[in-house]
């Protein structure tokens, strides 16, 4: 699916079924096998016997090298993805690793097809039946070999396509308020608050394994709202996966970044650390920065001026029984959706 010209998103309808090397091994046998014996009883049983061999090998061929092909082609192309989903790929698996299975996979066609070739040749020019059985023999053991050394890059691939498929269809073309904060603030229990998402909510950090994503309806149009994992307060060299996954969508996707603050000791992360944290989205990341504080049904009232001291932030809500949090999407809506919904049809209109 395209978004603008030349972006895509990944498109989970297409993406292919990964077979294992045993269940391609088993495919191969099983069209390998398929073909009977033809011809006229009074042929010669050897000649009817090359036949079939012959028959085999195009057959059984044909269907491994097809399958190879089908599975790298429906592969997203690197090249062709919106930055969020390529940089995804690169933070979770590496370019290269991605790029030299799909590779690998799709160049195996080829030799599957030259294996073949010269099994028919070898058919065709056995002498005898001896030379034919081990014509056969060798047909069969290469191209077990040739899947067997395919399985590396198979179970990557059925890696990657089982990540893809778990992703949320995030749309990049549409205006999205990316929930950011330490872990453990309470950015699931916000972003199931005021939207369409149900993501999972817990009482112990790193609830949030991967994007959550949400959808606010506002006069007919969807707006996103992504919930991200908790990110630390340390160098992006030195965060894992899970942080840089909310990076990107912080980099690729917001068009508002809501920073979440808790103003208590219960996420286990101090207020220092929450700022510098909020410092560095502020001066990293093109995006405006709200600041929110959550929790506010059980923070003292010194806690709390201690963080508005710092924050000074735009609302103060509860994600417990979701107390503020519309008003706050209101605010952040009329603030920065509306003008960009405006300027966008202005452009509209001049072209």
């Given at each position: 699916m395209c978004t603008a010209v030349g972006v895509e998103v990944v498109d989970k309808a297409k993406l292919p079924y990964i077979y294992s090397a045993e269940e391609l091994i088993s495919m191969f046998l099983t069209a390998y096998g398929r073909e009977e014996a033809r011809g006229s009883a009074a042929e010669p049983a050897f000649v009817k016997q090359k036949r079939l061999e012959i028959r085999r090998a195009v057959a059984s061929g044909k269907t491994l090298a097809s399958t190879l092909r089908e599975m790298a082609l429906k592969m997203p192309f690197l090249d062709r993805l919106h930055p969020f989903y390529r940089d995804l790929i690169d933070v979770s698996f590496g370019t290269?690793?991605?790029?030299?299975?799909?590779?690998?996979?799709?160049?195996?066609?080829?030799?599957?097809?030259?294996?073949?070739?010269?099994?028919?040749?070898?058919?065709?020019?056995?002498?005898?039946?001896?030379?034919?059985?081990?014509a056969r023999r060798m047909y069969k053991a290469r191209i077990i070999d040739l899947i067997n050394d395919l399985k590396p890059e198979l179970e990557k691939l059925r890696e990657i396509v089982v990540f893809l498929r778990k992703l949320p269809a995030v749309d990049p073309t549409l205006f999205t308020i990316v929930v950011a904060g330490a872990p453990n603030v309470g950015k699931s229990s916000f972003v199931r608050c005021v939207s369409t998402a149900k993501p999972?909510?817990?009482?112990?950090?790193?609830?949030?394994?991967?994007?959550?994503?949400?959808?606010?309806?506002?006069?007919?149009?969807?707006?996103?709202?992504?919930?991200?994992?908790?990110?630390?307060?340390?160098?992006?060299?030195?965060?894992?996966?899970?942080?840089?996954?909310?990076?990107?969508?912080?980099?690729?996707?917001?068009?508002?970044?809501?920073?979440?603050?808790?103003?208590?000791?219960?996420?286990?992360?101090?207020?220092?650390?929450?700022?510098?944290?909020?410092?560095?989205?502020?001066?990293?990341?093109?995006?405006?920065?709200?600041?929110?504080?959550?929790?506010?049904?059980?923070?003292?009232?010194?806690?709390?001026?201690?963080?508005?001291?710092l924050f000074s932030p735009a609302a103060e809500v509860s994600t417990l029984d979701c107390r503020g949090t519309k008003e706050l999407v209101d605010h952040i809506l009329n603030k920065y959706y509306v003008p960009a919904a405006l300027e966008r049809l202005r452009a509209a209109r001049a072209r």
């Open positions: 290269q690793t991605y790029k030299h299975a799909v590779a690998k996979v799709g160049k195996a066609h080829l030799a599957v097809k030259a294996i073949a070739k010269e099994a028919i040749t070898a058919v065709r020019t056995a002498p005898d039946k001896k030379a034919l059985l081990e999972e909510v817990a009482e112990y950090p790193f609830t949030t394994k991967q994007i959550h994503l949400g959808h606010i309806i506002l006069r007919g149009d969807r707006v996103q709202v992504i919930d991200t994992p908790g990110l630390l307060d340390r160098p992006l060299s030195e965060r894992n996966a899970i942080e840089k996954q909310a990076v990107l969508a912080l980099r690729h996707l917001a068009g508002v970044i809501l920073f979440l603050v808790d103003p208590t000791p219960h996420s286990g992360y101090s207020l220092d650390m929450q700022h510098n944290l909020y410092g560095e989205i502020t001066s990293s990341f093109p995006a405006p920065v709200v600041a929110a504080l959550n929790k506010v049904d059980i923070a003292t009232q010194e806690e709390l001026e201690r963080a508005r001291r």
